[in-house]
């Protein structure tokens, strides 16, 4: 086969000439050429164009979809396509959990790539749901939280995520994320030119005026914690009230509640103004605070104490013998007390987000186990070097070594050991193993993490004592230089990925995290619920938040309850729950199939159109892509055992009963005429494209086969109807001579019914001796009962309390549950979001009604209308109701009708052609969004007004009027009359004296506020119909009048059931009774 021209190279490892200047050289061409997709094998090398391509559009979407991967161009969404179809099992494969790792430096397109093949895998799936809508919100919501500018990435992520995917057949279930190390410091100090995390340049720039007094915030300068970063707010104002208003809409839609959301930012202006505490010390270097100010703000939004906030952060109360004994902080340590305090705080906040994101993400219905699948994505922060490197750095720099070990463990060393093992013909591939620093980090009992635990636990230990144990213990170590001086507490590792030295400075503090003493009960106590209920929470193994406080399955010896001073004793550092992280995600990754994203960083200075070759080439090297490419090109990534093979394979040779025998694996191997493949002891050996190839194969059977079933079918089923047509025309047959014979009856009971008559006229009436009449009809049949009977159930009943459930509602936390410490954390699992079967399902009638009048009254009041009910309001209408009612309108006329099939509302309107329909769903928040759009609005009039003046993605024009009932309904009744009865009105009421007197945060408060009743509210009139009130329907817990009844409608039914009853007696009369003289 002829090379294709440089830059022309799709899969490298089909290179028939490989070194690292080829590799490059392609990798240039095609960066240049804008191809910055390339394969090696079935892995994907990403190089970041640092601008916009415009190769991520619906149509490039539409053309990766359930595509070849060989026909199209390498594409991130090709990735996205194929673990999606492994995952459901395409093409004869075996369906698989998938976990695609996308690793590479800071700001080399990780994170960017993740939302890319989320996007993809939503529209694989012809997603379109609300849950859909909702995964695609949790990336830029964590990103505002959890991501920071630093020097290498202006949104580098400051913690790492795992996002898992649950699909049944083939749809999205749910999603569960699980965040690793978050980096709190940031929060307290910055380097030079970089930032902290987004979100406090996005409320700064974004909160309206009223909202930066209730949280009295001022101009950005005067935050200390912002100090390195006050840039960031003048930078692009613009840019970050755009974001924040980007953030409220994906809060809105993933499900946070306006309170929710206005504790959030609560807590995190505390932060703020934390920062701003400042200490002074007195002759007797006791600490106090000089400016009370702060601290009245801050326990004022955390609704704390303030004297027990001062108290905290600049002493420690202890009791010996029985008295209290008050020892003062140094200023030093006052101020690590404060910079604690923010930590934990912003740091609890983000776990319990992202536990809220699982729990509103999570599936809402049961799947057996073994039908569901996943496809988990992992984004970390990647390997990072700066001038100065710190215990975060060596933690995310640990976490790229161990994906980097995975990486070469899955493509080199397991697949190398198993040629060897079958017997292969191979010969090896050398490969840079990272095992050794992996060991440096995580060795026990001698390993870096496990020597600064243990140096933790001494008060006294310094950073000093750190290193120098570092250098007595590792000093031999190959990856370990010490530094020259003894004195200077630096140390250097040489990572797979560079050398990196690393300053001691803050390691001890950081890693043990611990609070200083008294702060968790305080702020245990708050009245602030979200504080509450974050520091009630305990913390996992892995460091996350758990709110139901299970007990880890987890093995303890029998009888063992450990006391509460050894659980303290066993507190996790941060280290200890970063290797626990480590070892989960480890676990996760090897129970599926993994999918390897390689990405690159083309230059050092985030710049479109340049591409470094230096940089390149030692990116190219230390991940060891040269060694990749020849592994893949000569390598077998598929090992199927023969078992396996033959089982998912045995169809090519038509013989359904085969057995899984190497001869039978050779057999089929030859039908389908592939080559280059390897048969070994107990497993066959395939290159990755001919998993591809054999799919073509079975492709081919696959049309073959529809092709005789269509033949088949279609022969027999013509035999079959033949039969029937002869059998039906024989049963006509019958029908018709027993036809004749009925008729020859008839005729003849006519004539005989004649006779009779004929010979009772001869016979006198003296012979019977009474009058004229013969039949006396009986009483008539009743009148079947009003068709409102059912109404009148629904409304005079009341509700039990398990009717009340809030079907609303996500499953709330069990508060009581947690535990007031952090001491059990290695016995607390994570939470587990099991979906409750719901009684209340709605595609019920009864359901959505019930629905409609416990929750909705509010949203289609409106008391600019007689009958209080917005014009554009209609009931549970069908589709075709709908359009009849809007056909010969203008165009933008619009009503909003109840679906029956979901608790929901359709949106239909008058476009130029013809009449559209747009779902609207409820979010569990009660906020509305069309279905499809992004945008999340309060109130179904606010999504009306907002449609006034803004567009739907896919029609181009705006809504204008509303379409009301009058002279549109012919029946004369309103089409919501079965919803809108006594206990609508009851609930209305309810709800807006809720509104008016309930005691409202400034937050909480609708951006509209519904305007207070009129006075005359005790006898709201009813929909102007001709409506009467029934007294059987009085039965009413709010004494309101009932909705109307339709009188004339009732008229009517009764005048067509007594006419059409007197019909039914002439005609019995005709056939049956004498006619009355
Ligand atoms: N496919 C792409 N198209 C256009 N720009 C991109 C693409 N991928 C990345 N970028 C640009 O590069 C920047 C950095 O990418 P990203 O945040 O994904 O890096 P990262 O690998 O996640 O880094 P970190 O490890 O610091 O989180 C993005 O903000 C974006 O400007
Ligand atoms: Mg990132």
């Given at each position: 086969?002829?090379?294709?021209?440089?830059?022309?190279?799709?899969?490298?490892?089909?290179?028939?000439?490989?070194?690292?200047?080829?590799?490059?050289?392609?990798?240039?061409?095609?960066?240049?050429?804008?191809?910055?997709?390339?394969?090696?094998?079935?892995?994907?090398?990403?190089?970041?164009?640092?601008?916009?391509?415009?190769?991520?559009?619906?149509?490039?979407?539409?053309?990766?979809?359930?595509?070849?991967?060989?026909?199209?161009?390498?594409?991130?969404?090709?990735?996205?396509?194929?673990?999606?179809?492994?995952?459901?099992?395409?093409?004869?494969?075996?369906?698989?959990?998938?976990?695609?790792?996308?690793?590479?430096?800071?700001?080399?397109?990780?994170?960017?790539?993740?939302?890319?093949?989320?996007?993809?895998?939503?529209?694989?799936?012809?997603?379109?749901?609300?849950?859909?809508?909702?995964?695609?919100?949790?990336?830029?919501?964590?990103?505002?939280?959890?991501?920071?500018?630093?020097?290498?990435?202006?949104?580098?992520?400051?913690?790492?995520?795992?996002?898992?995917?649950?699909?049944?057949?083939?749809?999205?279930?749910?999603?569960?994320?699980?965040?690793?190390?978050?980096?709190?410091?940031?929060?307290?100090?910055?380097?030079?030119?970089?930032?902290?995390?987004?979100?406090?340049?996005?409320?700064?720039?974004?909160?309206?005026?009223?909202?930066?007094?209730?949280?009295?915030?001022?101009?950005?300068?005067?935050?200390?914690?912002?100090?390195?970063?006050?840039?960031?707010?003048?930078?692009?104002?613009?840019?970050?009230?755009?974001?924040?208003?980007?953030?409220?809409?994906?809060?809105?839609?993933?499900?946070?509640?306006?309170?929710?959301?206005?504790?959030?930012?609560?807590?995190?202006?505390?932060?703020?103004?934390?920062?701003?505490?400042?200490?002074?010390?007195?002759?007797?270097?006791?600490?106090?605070?000089?400016?009370?100010?702060?601290?009245?703000?801050?326990?004022?939004?955390?609704?704390?104490?303030?004297?027990?906030?001062?108290?905290?952060?600049?002493?420690?109360?202890?009791?010996?013998?029985?008295?209290?004994?008050?020892?003062?902080?140094?200023?030093?340590?006052?101020?690590?007390?404060?910079?604690?305090?923010?930590?934990?705080?912003?740091?609890?906040?983000?776990?319990?987000?992202?536990?809220?994101?699982?729990?509103?993400?999570?599936?809402?219905?049961?799947?057996?186990?073994?039908?569901?699948?996943?496809?988990?994505?992992?984004?970390?922060?990647?390997?990072?070097?700066?001038?100065?490197?710190?215990?975060?750095?060596?933690?995310?720099?640990?976490?790229?070594?161990?994906?980097?070990?995975?990486?070469?463990?899955?493509?080199?060393?397991?697949?190398?050991?198993?040629?060897?093992?079958?017997?292969?013909?191979?010969?090896?591939?050398?490969?840079?193993?990272?095992?050794?620093?992996?060991?440096?980090?995580?060795?026990?009992?001698?390993?870096?993490?496990?020597?600064?635990?243990?140096?933790?636990?001494?008060?006294?230990?310094?950073?000093?004592?750190?290193?120098?144990?570092?250098?007595?213990?590792?000093?031999?170590?190959?990856?370990?230089?010490?530094?020259?001086?003894?004195?200077?507490?630096?140390?250097?590792?040489?990572?797979?990925?560079?050398?990196?030295?690393?300053?001691?400075?803050?390691?001890?503090?950081?890693?043990?995290?611990?609070?200083?003493?008294?702060?968790?009960?305080?702020?245990?106590?708050?009245?602030?619920a979200l504080v509450k209920s974050i520091f009630k929470a305990q913390v996992t193994r892995t460091g996350s938040l758990a709110f139901q406080g299970r007990q880890s399955t987890r093995k303890t010896r029998k009888g063992h309850r450990p006391s509460l001073e050894a659980a303290r004793k066993r507190k996790l550092t941060v280290g200890g729950q970063f290797k626990n992280s480590l070892q989960v995600l480890m676990e996760r990754m090897t129970s599926a199939t993994p999918i390897f994203i390689r990405c690159l960083k083309p230059n050092h200075v985030k710049a479109p159109g340049s591409f470094d070759m230096k940089y390149i080439q030692q990116q190219l090297l230390y991940t060891g892509m040269l060694e990749t490419t020849k592994i893949r090109?000569?390598?077998?990534?598929?090992?199927?055992?023969?078992?396996?093979?033959?089982?998912?394979?045995?169809?090519?040779?038509?013989?359904?009963?085969?057995?899984?025998?190497?001869?039978?694996?050779?057999?089929?191997?030859?039908?389908?005429?592939?080559?280059?493949?390897?048969?070994?002891?107990?497993?066959?050996?395939?290159?990755?494209?001919?998993?591809?190839?054999?799919?073509?194969?079975?492709?081919?059977?696959?049309?073959?086969?529809?092709?005789?079933?269509?033949?088949?079918?279609?022969?027999?089923?013509?035999?079959?109807?033949?039969?029937?047509?002869?059998?039906?025309?024989?049963?006509?047959?019958?029908?018709?001579?027993?036809?004749?014979?009925?008729?020859?009856?008839?005729?003849?009971?006519?004539?005989?019914?004649?006779?009779?008559?004929?010979?009772?006229?001869?016979?006198?009436?003296?012979?019977?001796?009474?009058?004229?009449?013969?039949?006396?009809?009986?009483?008539?049949?009743?009148?079947?009962?009003?068709?409102?009977?059912?109404?009148?159930?629904?409304?005079?009943?009341?509700?039990?309390?398990?009717?009340?459930?809030?079907?609303?509602?996500?499953?709330?936390?069990?508060?009581?549950?947690?535990?007031?410490?952090?001491?059990?954390?290695?016995?607390?699992?994570?939470?587990?979001?099991?979906?409750?079967?719901?009684?209340?399902?709605?595609?019920?009638?009864?359901?959505?009604?019930?629905?409609?009048?416990?929750?909705?009254?509010?949203?289609?009041?409106?008391?600019?209308?007689?009958?209080?009910?917005?014009?554009?309001?209609?009931?549970?209408?069908?589709?075709?109701?709908?359009?009849?009612?809007?056909?010969?309108?203008?165009?933008?006329?619009?009503?909003?009708?109840?679906?029956?099939?979901?608790?929901?509302?359709?949106?239909?309107?008058?476009?130029?052609?013809?009449?559209?329909?747009?779902?609207?769903?409820?979010?569990?928040?009660?906020?509305?969004?069309?279905?499809?759009?992004?945008?999340?609005?309060?109130?179904?009039?606010?999504?009306?007004?907002?449609?006034?003046?803004?567009?739907?993605?896919?029609?181009?024009?705006?809504?204008?009027?509303?379409?009301?009932?009058?002279?549109?309904?012919?029946?004369?009744?309103?089409?919501?009359?079965?919803?809108?009865?006594?206990?609508?009105?009851?609930?209305?009421?309810?709800?807006?004296?809720?509104?008016?007197?309930?005691?409202?945060?400034?937050?909480?408060?609708?951006?509209?506020?519904?305007?207070?009743?009129?006075?005359?509210?005790?006898?709201?009139?009813?929909?102007?119909?001709?409506?009467?009130?029934?007294?059987?329907?009085?039965?009413?817990?709010?004494?309101?009048?009932?909705?109307?009844?339709?009188?004339?409608?009732?008229?009517?039914?009764?005048?067509?059931?007594?006419?059409?009853?007197?019909?039914?007696?002439?005609?019995?009369?005709?056939?049956?009774?004498?006619?009355?003289?």
């Amino acid at each position: 086969m002829e090379r294709p021209p440089p830059g022309k190279v799709e899969d490298l490892a089909t290179l028939a000439k490989l070194d690292e200047k080829v590799l490059l050289d392609e990798l240039k061409i095609r960066y240049y050429n804008n191809d910055i997709y390339t394969y090696v094998g079935d892995i994907l090398i990403a190089v970041n164009p640092f601008r916009d391509l415009g190769i991520y559009d619906d149509q490039t979407s539409n053309l990766y979809n359930l595509a070849k991967k060989t026909e199209l161009p390498p594409h991130i969404f090709a990735i996205a396509d194929s673990a999606y179809q492994c995952m459901i099992g395409h093409g004869g494969r075996t369906p698989e959990n998938q976990c695609i790792l996308i690793s590479g430096e800071s700001g080399a397109g990780k994170t960017e790539s993740t939302k890319l093949i989320i996007k993809q895998l939503v529209e694989l799936c012809h997603g379109n749901t609300q849950l859909e809508q909702q995964i695609l919100q949790v990336n830029p919501l964590l990103e505002a939280f959890g991501n920071a500018q630093t020097l290498m990435n202006d949104n580098s992520s400051r913690f790492g995520k795992y996002i898992q995917l649950q699909f049944h057949n083939g749809q999205v279930l749910g999603a569960k994320i699980s965040e690793y190390l978050l980096e709190k410091s940031r929060l307290v100090h910055q380097g030079s030119g970089e930032e902290t995390f987004h979100i406090f340049y996005y409320m700064m720039a974004g909160l309206p005026k009223s909202k930066q007094e209730q949280f009295c915030l001022t101009a950005a300068d005067k935050y200390r914690y912002l100090a390195c970063g006050t840039a960031g707010v003048s930078k692009d104002k613009e840019s970050s009230k755009k974001k924040y208003d980007e953030l409220l809409n994906a809060l809105d839609l993933v499900g946070f509640t306006d309170e929710e959301q206005y504790d959030m930012f609560t807590m995190v202006t505390s932060v703020l103004h934390l920062g701003n505490i400042t200490f002074e010390e007195d002759d007797k270097d006791a600490s106090y605070i000089p400016e009370m100010a702060p601290v009245d703000v801050v326990a004022k939004l955390l609704g704390v104490d303030s004297q027990d906030l001062a108290g905290t952060m600049t002493s420690i109360v202890t009791h010996t013998r029985g008295e209290q004994v008050t020892r003062h902080y140094t200023k030093q340590q006052a101020e690590e007390a404060r910079d604690a305090v923010a930590k934990i705080l912003y740091g609890r906040l983000f776990g319990w987000i992202v536990n809220k994101v699982n729990q509103l993400l999570a599936p809402t219905h049961i799947v057996p186990h073994s039908e569901q699948r996943e496809i988990g994505i992992l984004d970390i922060f990647g390997f990072e070097h700066f001038e100065k490197n710190s215990f975060e750095q060596a933690c995310i720099n640990l976490a790229n070594e161990q994906l980097q070990y995975f990486f070469n463990h899955h493509v080199f060393k397991q697949e190398q050991e198993e040629y060897s093992r079958e017997g292969i013909d191979w010969k090896e591939i050398k490969f840079v193993d990272n095992q050794p620093l992996l060991d440096l980090f995580l060795g026990r009992p001698l390993g870096i993490l496990t020597v600064l635990d243990e140096e933790s636990k001494f008060p006294r230990a310094t950073e000093k004592t750190l290193v120098a144990k570092f250098n007595e213990k590792f000093g031999k170590v190959a990856y370990y230089k010490p530094a020259q001086s003894s004195k200077d507490s630096r140390f250097t590792i040489l990572h797979y990925a560079g050398q990196v030295t690393y300053s001691g400075e803050g390691w001890l503090e950081k890693n043990r995290d611990t609070l200083p003493p008294g702060v968790m009960e305080m702020l245990q106590s708050s009245n602030n619920a979200l504080v509450k209920s974050i520091f009630k929470a305990q913390v996992t193994r892995t460091g996350s938040l758990a709110f139901q406080g299970r007990q880890s399955t987890r093995k303890t010896r029998k009888g063992h309850r450990p006391s509460l001073e050894a659980a303290r004793k066993r507190k996790l550092t941060v280290g200890g729950q970063f290797k626990n992280s480590l070892q989960v995600l480890m676990e996760r990754m090897t129970s599926a199939t993994p999918i390897f994203i390689r990405c690159l960083k083309p230059n050092h200075v985030k710049a479109p159109g340049s591409f470094d070759m230096k940089y390149i080439q030692q990116q190219l090297l230390y991940t060891g892509m040269l060694e990749t490419t020849k592994i893949r090109r000569e390598g077998f990534a598929v090992r199927p055992s023969f078992e396996d093979f033959v089982n998912k394979y045995k169809v090519i040779l038509c013989k359904p009963t085969l057995a899984g025998t190497r001869d039978n694996c050779i057999k089929i191997l030859k039908a389908t005429g592939i080559k280059g493949w390897q048969v070994g002891k107990t497993k066959v050996f395939l290159k990755y494209y001919h998993i591809d190839e054999i799919a073509d194969v079975l492709e081919t059977m696959g049309k073959s086969a529809i092709t005789l079933q269509r033949i088949a079918r279609g022969f027999l089923g013509r035999r079959q109807a033949a039969r029937r047509k002869e059998v039906a025309r024989q049963q006509a047959q019958k029908v018709a001579e027993l036809l004749s014979q009925i008729d020859g009856l008839s005729m003849k009971l006519i004539s005989q019914q004649q006779t009779v008559l004929q010979n009772d006229k001869n016979i006198p009436q003296s012979f019977f001796g009474r009058p004229d009449s013969v039949l006396i009809e009986g009483p008539p049949p009743p009148v079947p009962d009003f068709p409102y009977r059912d109404l009148s159930s629904i409304g005079g009943v009341s509700l039990t309390s398990s009717d009340k459930r809030d079907y609303l509602q996500p499953k709330t936390f069990a508060d009581s549950a947690t535990q007031a410490s952090d001491s059990e954390e290695d016995e607390i699992s994570d939470d587990e979001f099991i979906p409750v079967p719901s009684t209340q399902h709605p595609g019920h009638k009864m359901a959505s009604v019930r629905w409609f009048q416990e929750t909705q009254a509010t949203q289609i009041y409106d008391p600019s209308q007689q009958n209080f009910i917005a014009e554009w309001f209609h009931g549970v209408i069908s589709r075709r109701q709908s359009e009849m009612l809007l056909k010969e309108k203008p165009t933008g006329t619009f009503l909003i009708r109840v679906s029956e099939s979901r608790f929901g509302y359709t949106l239909s309107f008058r476009a130029e052609q013809r009449v559209r329909h747009y779902m609207i769903d409820q979010l569990r928040n009660k906020k509305f969004i069309i279905v499809g759009e992004s945008k999340v609005h309060k109130t179904l009039k606010d999504l009306i007004e907002y449609l006034k003046d803004n567009k739907l993605s896919n029609w181009d024009g705006y809504l204008v009027e509303p379409c009301g009932q009058k002279s549109n309904y012919e029946s004369g009744e309103c089409d919501y009359g079965e919803l809108v009865n006594e206990r609508f009105y009851f609930t209305l009421e309810e709800q807006i004296k809720r509104q008016k007197t309930g005691k409202q945060r400034a937050m909480r408060e609708s951006s509209r506020p519904l305007p207070p009743p009129p006075e005359n509210w005790q006898t709201p009139p009813l929909p102007d119909r001709n409506y009467s009130l029934a007294k059987d329907m009085e039965r009413d817990v709010s004494k309101r009048p009932l909705p109307p009844r339709p009188a004339e409608a009732y008229q009517r039914l009764l005048h067509n059931q007594t006419g059409r009853r007197s019909a039914f007696k002439e005609a019995q009369h005709n056939v049956y009774a004498p006619k009355k003289k």
